[in-house]
């Protein structure tokens, strides 16, 4: 093995790597789990999209333009809004601004942050860093932020009593809301902290664990690893506050009454 | 003549029951005036609750007009409307805390910044006055009864010494004596200069100044 690269692996190296996915499909099937389908289907998609990023990307490096790299991070931050909607099926209406706004001004601060001010990349939009490291940080802000809301919206539900008490009380929105935010963001933010606190103990993070096979020594590919925790403890903190600092107030109506289920269906905006 | 204090106009209300819209209220009027108890009776389920809470201004979609104290609702902010008429919700919420901590809670939003929170001789006071003699302020909120709790969430309503008390089954949870306890405390209020406009299914309240009954969306004086 050279020190300075992977062992590339050949397309039927590639394909023998399937057969994990036959081991598991025969368990599966052994056992009844009715799971055969879905792993068929998983597998083939993990193939495909990844062999397709690895495409885009291999032309992304290339072209190395600006305005491609940009394009690429708007159409990740989309998908990353449409994914965290579809995981909040309870949440109400009219939140795709916020959780994109949350998303972008995250994936763009804590992103160029990164590359401009800590690994000084001499050219700012430098595809092979700004890409991955925005796309480690949309992806764990969009786990953060969806974790976050779902939580928010399941809570303000189950405390509707104590958010009339407290309406009743003059408590603004924002008030009666408090306790849910506030129970919402720690458990958005606990399986970070967790992962800061086992990582190099329980598991190796995995973009320590790709340098590594590239041949970076591993007192380099720590540093980078620290940056990458940091950024990432970051993104999904400040993702997930302001994407619910932007949100709860749509379970509230314009006069500050909360929409409890059994008034959700009418029409109340304004009223 | 006394002074009219809430003042409420055609009334409309509805509400969601299993998928269908029903008219809970259908042009309900009520005038309530400074220094009375009035009592609101009517079955279960006719809206009573839809009623109060379309007077506290927490219920959506709902039409009609508001006064307080000859002031139209739309001139006065919603959380502040709501520190003046004062709903007691049936179902009694404690936060997590103590006693103390529990009664202070409206003192901590911003419709009351400018206001000064009972200190603890007056806040014991209320307590006992209510039967509540043997519950220390200190007392962790999560192990009242029931119907301690319902009478320290009731103190924390009647201390922020707002116009009009709009009580939900005060009464419900309660034995005859702390219901007598909390009758009088009402009352006491009501002498006071405020109004309260209470449901009590439990028992007949012989210290109200007037009797309305709802039924079928509509609100019918009742003789006393």
Redesign the interface.
Known sequence: MSAGGVIPISWLQLALAAGFMLVTGALSVALSLGLVKDLTVATIRTYLQLTALGLVLRWVFSASLWWIVLGLLGLMTLTATRLVLKRAPDAPSGLSLGVFLSLFVTGVVVTFTVTGVIVRVPVWYEPRYVVPIAGMVLGNSMTGIALTLERLFSDLDLRT??I?????????PW?AAR?SVRTALRAGLIPTINSMAAVGIVFIPGMMTGQILAGADPVDATKYQIVVMLMVSAATAIGSIMAVMLSYRHRF?D???F?ER??R????SG? | MTQLLLSARDIYA???VEGG?VDVLAGVSLDVAHGEVVELSGPSGAGKTTLFLAL???????TGSLSLDGEPAEAIA???W??RV????Q???L?AGTVRENIL??Y?????ADCTPPGDAAQRAALDAVGLDAVALDRDASRLSVGQAARV?LL??VL?SPQQLLLDEPDASLDDVSAEQVAAMTARFAADGGAVLRVSHVRANDKADACYRLAAGHLERVSL
């Open positions: 009593d104590g009339l008490a407290m309406s009743a009380l003059g408590a603004t008030e306790p109506t006069e500050g009454v929409l059994g008034l269906d009418t029409d109340v009223a | 509805t509400r969601l819209r506290a201004r927490l219920l959506p979609g709902v919603p959380q502040v709501r520190s004062a709903l007691l919700p179902r009694a919420t936060v809670l409206p901590t939003l911003k419709a009351r969430a924390r309503v922020t």
